[in-house]
């Protein structure tokens, strides 16, 4: 079965340190990618997508992912987190056979002044 | 883990009849439910927010009359189009907040195809 799969369940950083998200798909073929962020209270709002051509994809806030299609993977990176980034992260993958949008099971960062 | 169900998952109808989709907590109580519309190839569009109890939170430029949301428990919210035309032909889905760690949680989706 297709899936979308985020091994970190919650992270725990303190300011300044770098954070990566892992995000695994196993769909084949062509996929359109996402992350969305939810602020404490409040509902999902897209961070970054990957569509076509370069494969490193940089976002709001100072995020980026990397496409790396040989590892079905679009990992979410940010090189030096603040306390307003604590939120839940949610990866997201289309896959173009299906035209239907998966989420993981997100991730919860929290991060400490 | 929880679980958000949503039903149908697919529904075909006719042009000018009305659809109903159910999303429900199966087992966590959800205070806000909100539902979400995918155009295809494209990324969520927010819909609207629903609050167990009150009136649901419409985004920007969505037709209240047209998408009826209820949420009359902390388990189930339902989507209504009504008057389904062609052009409402999408991918719909919901997600829950949970009461107790407010984590968020997708249903599965619901293909709708308006003929």
């Known amino acids: 079965a297709q899936s979308v799969s985020q091994h970190n369940h919650h992270v725990i950083l303190s300011e300044a340190a770098s954070l990566e998200l892992g995000c695994n798909y196993s769909y084949g073929g062509t996929v359109n990618l996402f992350w969305y962020v939810q602020y404490p209270g409040q509902h999902l709002q897209l961070l970054l997508k990957y569509f076509s051509g370069d494969p490193l994809v940089k976002g709001i806030k100072g995020f980026e992912a990397e496409f790396i299609k040989s590892k079905f993977s679009f990992n979410l990176r940010k090189p030096s987190v603040q306390w307003s980034d604590t939120a839940e992260y949610f990866c997201?993958?289309?896959?173009?056979?299906?035209?239907?949008?998966?989420f993981g099971t997100g991730t919860r960062l929290q991060v400490f002044p | 883990g929880a679980v958000v169900s949503q039903h149908p998952s697919w529904v075909i109808c006719k042009s000018g009849t009305s659809v109903k989709i159910e999303c429900r907590s199966l087992d966590f109580q959800a205070t806000t439910m909100f539902w979400y519309r995918q155009f295809p190839k494209q990324s969520l569009m927010l819909m609207a927010t629903s609050n167990e109890g009150s009136k649901a939170t419409y985004e920007q430029g969505v037709e209240k009359d047209k998408f009826l949301i209820n949420h009359a428990s902390l388990t189930l919210s339902t989507l209504t189009v009504t008057s389904a035309h062609p052009e409402d032909s999408s991918f719909y889905i919901c997600?829950?907040?949970?009461?107790?760690?407010?984590?968020?949680?997708f249903g599965s989706g619901t293909q709708l195809s308006v003929l």
């Open positions: 997201a993958v289309i896959s173009l056979n299906t035209d239907k949008l998966i």
């Open positions: 997600s829950a907040r949970s009461l107790t760690n407010e984590k968020l949680f």
